[in-house]
């Protein structure tokens, strides 16, 4: 069983930058993929950034460099550093994970645990 907990969302305006954790507690007798999500009203979740357990990172491509996933040493928090931030980056953002089975840099997988989510705003 895997407990996440987002925060560090608010509001901003445009061009600026926010760093999102995620508090992770989970069991030790598995090793877990992790990444965050996001969700604008009327719109899809869809994937921002996985990180596995090596530190390789994956971005969605229409960040275009602008938000970088990381996770502590002890793989207790999960960070997504937000820079340039956009109107349209205005979306819930959730942090996932799931039992590591094939690639944690894969965006199809189905991720099993999901935090409650932190609300990013982004004003013009």
């Known amino acids: 069983q895997v407990q996440l907990v987002e925060s560090g969302g608010g509001s901003v305006q445009a061009g600026g930058s926010l760093r999102l954790s995620c508090a992770a507690s989970?069991?030790?007798?598995?090793?877990?993929?992790m990444g965050w999500f996001r969700q604008a009203p009327g719109r899809e979740r869809e994937a921002v950034a996985l990180?596995?357990?090596?530190?390789?990172?994956r971005a969605a491509d229409y960040l275009k460099g602008r938000f970088t996933i990381s996770q502590d040493n002890a793989k207790t928090t999960l960070y997504l550093q937000m820079n340039s931030l956009k109107p349209e980056d205005t979306a819930m953002y959730y942090c996932?994970?799931?039992?590591?089975?094939?690639?944690?840099?894969?965006?199809?997988?189905?991720?099993?645990?999901w935090g409650q989510g932190t609300q990013v705003t982004v004003s013009s």
């Open positions: 996932a994970a799931r039992r590591w089975v094939g690639s944690c840099l894969d965006f199809s997988r189905r991720y099993d645990y």
């Open positions: 989970r069991g030790t007798d598995s090793t877990y993929c």
């Open positions: 990180i596995d357990n090596l530190g390789r990172t």
